[in-house]
């Protein structure tokens, strides 16, 4: 078993009494501004307690990803969450990628009827932790006007920094490692800003990938991980749904497929 999946057993199992760390995050929708072709820029607001973090959508070896429900909703035809730029943070061996102090998380949301409020409601679960992780579920119930505009700076912020789309060409290869897969990328980008890191998603919840090592020489940056199947068996790897982030303290690019 591994350890992320023996967290998320864990996470799962503790019982549903009040939440006692019910004061460690603080949330409120922010309601943005409406685009020209009716999509709604809105943002969820998380502010946590000092020392305190939530997680990014793949959260790494601890925690969980966050869950969004929004089927309570009116005039909403779907969500969109943007990621902002994560930190990655290494503790007792495990390594978590996360959000610390405030979190503005950008929700792009399409109504069924443009011009008309949507009523954004559901829950929203979360994990977070300091020296221990608890579950937080976040209930949403707000009404949002299609003429109304709010909080843009910082939604505008928090976009800002979300990793951009790799446009240059990214070279993958493959061989039999001990467990899985070695995977190998290779591309060209400026340097990101501090000690540069990567996240690996490989769109398949039972393939996890160990943690990346990242090298550069010049403008090229190198990712090494392996991919191994949580049952121990063999896969099939499928390239075009690896979804790599690679994070620096200034910038962060999306690279998603393989060829």
Not at 97 to 117: D, F
Not at 155 to 169: D, G, N, S
Not at 236 to 252: E, F, H, K, P, Q
Request: overall charge negative; proline content about 7%.
């Amino acid at each position: 078993m591994t350890k992320a999946l023996a967290l998320i057993l864990a996470f799962l199992a503790l019982p549903a009494l009040a939440n006692p760390y019910a004061d460690k995050v603080q949330t409120r929708i922010l309601h943005g501004w409406s685009e020209a072709d009716g999509t709604r820029m809105a943002a969820l607001e998380l502010t946590l307690a000092e020392g305190w973090h939530s997680y990014w959508r793949a959260p790494g070896d601890a925690g969980i990803p966050p869950s969004f429900d929004w089927q309570g909703s009116r005039n909403l035809e779907r969500a969109t969450p943007a990621w902002p730029r994560p930190t990655v943070y290494t503790q007792n061996g495990m390594r978590s990628i996360i959000y610390t102090e405030r979190l503005v998380l950008p929700l792009a949301l399409t109504p069924e009827t443009s011009g008309k409020p949507i009523r954004l409601k559901g829950r929203v679960d979360i994990g977070v932790c300091k020296d221990i992780c608890v579950p937080f579920a976040i209930a949403v119930d707000e009404t949002i006007a299609p003429d109304n505009s709010a909080d843009i700076q910082a939604i505008k912020a928090a976009l800002a920094t979300v990793p951009r789309r790799q446009p240059h060409e990214v070279s993958c290869e493959t061989a039999l490692g001990s467990r899985g897969v070695l995977l190998t990328v290779s591309t060209r980008l400026p340097h990101l800003g501090g000690a540069e890191d990567a996240a690996v998603e490989t769109g398949d919840p039972l393939v996890w990938a160990s943690d990346p090592e990242i090298s550069r020489k010049g403008q090229t940056v190198t990712l090494k991980t392996e991919l191994v199947h949580a049952l121990s068996g063999a896969f099939a790897l499928n390239r075009s749904a690896l979804r790599l982030t690679l994070i620096g303290t200034d910038n962060a690019v999306d690279i998603q497929g393989c060829d």
